[in-house]
């Protein structure tokens, strides 16, 4: 059976968390409130290794107090200059520096700091090129969906839950004029938010609504490593809505949501024709739509022009 609630510390998307204890376990069912997220099962399925996820870095009481506390302030900013990871292999080493017995002089823990981190800002990762990425979705014509979350994971391991939720981006045109078969060559920007505080993507889980059928579908979407390389490659790209000539990057990531459990995805920018990514397929989640609230409810109904469309037409799963 299929286990559904959201994660007991759920964050808006820029805050990074940590995994809550017993987060990876539980009875796999969709109906008891002690049921852990089924991102969990999702990822150790498709991952080697732990997700060590966090701002809160392992120091102890004993660095609050005096001088140190100046330290803990310098370290908290450099945290965005260096990355997270980085920062949290310095705090550990000065953290035992601190602990060292016969202790250490406070001069000597001082002088030893920005030693440290110096070797660790030359191992770490690169700034982004831009402030945020994009992650936005879509659907066919007259295909609704309602997206119960979209859960992040990005390079460093970090997870971002519910980076984005709600409706996508999608058109009905009255009287049948619209035509769901098939994906759109210009994807757009779809409908969304900027992941802030992330890196960038390596694993985005995403559940939702297919409001057309209707029934609940999940899927795992990898970002490979070209992709990642194409979204913080610069071009030079002609903005026609502004008639100007820029470097553009492709910094957003567009999934297009079908019937049947079908994600198709594109990175994308402003100025630049996408590049696609791949098909997923998702699967069905038995326990029905927003199950971690056991009221089985689907959040939307459809538009007047999506449901004469599909009772004319019906669904065209083999399109996609």
Request: glycine share 10%; aromatic share 10%; charged share 20%.
């Amino acid at each position: 059976m299929v286990h559904e609630p959201r994660p007991t510390n759920t964050t808006s998307a820029g805050n990074a968390q940590q995994v809550p204890a017993g987060y990876f376990s539980g009875p796999a069912t969709g109906k008891s409130n002690q049921v852990k997220p089924d991102l969990g099962n999702f990822l150790l399925a498709h991952r080697n290794g732990p997700l060590y996820l966090t701002p809160r870095l392992p120091l102890y009481w004993r660095f609050f107090y005096g001088r140190q506390a100046i330290c803990l302030l310098l370290l908290t900013g450099m945290r965005q200059r260096i990355g997270a990871t980085a920062a949290q292999i310095l705090f550990s080493l000065i953290d035992r520096l601190l602990a060292r017995e016969p202790p250490i002089s406070m001069s000597k823990r001082l002088a030893a700091i920005p030693i440290l981190a110096a070797l660790i800002t030359g191992c770490a990762n690169k700034p982004l090129p831009y402030d945020a990425w994009w992650l936005g979705f879509g659907a066919p014509n007259y295909m609704e969906v309602w997206i119960e979350t979209a859960d992040v994971v990005d390079v460093q391991g970090h997870l971002f839950t519910r980076a984005m939720s709600g409706t996508s981006a999608i058109q009905t045109p009255p009287d049948n004029q619209g035509d769901p078969r098939g994906w759109t060559k210009r994807p757009g920007s779809g409908k969304g938010k900027f992941v802030y505080g992330a890196d960038l993507p390596k694993t985005i889980y995403v559940r939702w609504q297919s409001i057309a059928e209707p029934q609940v579908y999940r899927v795992l979407i990898d970002i490979p490593e070209s992709v990642r390389t194409e979204m913080v490659k610069g071009e030079r790209a002609y903005c026609m809505a502004r008639e100007i000539w820029k470097t553009d990057y492709r910094k957003g990531v567009v999934i297009h949501l079908a019937p049947g459990g079908i994600a198709k995805v594109w990175v994308s920018g402003p100025c630049l024709e996408a590049i696609e990514v791949g098909r997923f397929e998702g699967e069905v989640v038995t326990a029905g739509p927003r199950a971690e609230y056991g009221n089985n409810h689907y959040m939307i109904d459809l538009d007047p022009e999506s449901k004469a469309y599909i009772k004319k037409f019906g669904i065209p799963f083999d399109s996609w």
